[in-house]
């Protein structure tokens, strides 16, 4: 990975502090598109790289719900949607591992 390339790589995982899962998917699309940048440098000029690591929107929510022993449990639940250029956000519910 060029310098450039490693330099909005480490901005980008300074701004997401804690997230591993996010920081391996970043470092690995970033080493596979160096050729892609050697070929277009005005992506760097464009801030694409930037611009897709930054969610549009994140929904933080709650899900309430009574566990087994008859206790009220909370989890949160996230949504995060990063491009809609495309078209719309693809649906469905993840669930952290924690």
């Known amino acids: 990975m060029d310098a450039r390339l490693e330099a909005i790589r480490d901005t980008v995982l300074a701004r997401n502090p804690g997230e591993g899962e996010f920081h391996q998917a970043v470092t690995e699309v970033f080493e596979s598109l160096g050729p892609v ?3 277009h440098p005005e992506f760097l000029e464009g801030a694409v790289l930037e611009r897709l690591c930054e969610p549009e ?11 087994d022993a008859g206790r009220f449990q909370i989890n949160r639940g996230f949504r995060v949607e ?11 519910l993840r669930f952290h591992p924690r």
């Not at 929107?57 to 309430?64: A, S």
């Open 82 to 92: 990063f491009n809609s250029a495309l078209g719309p956000y693809k649906g469905g």
């Open 57 to 67: 929107r994140q929904i933080i929510f709650r899900v309430p719900w009574v566990d």
């Open 37 to 39: 940048h050697d070929r």
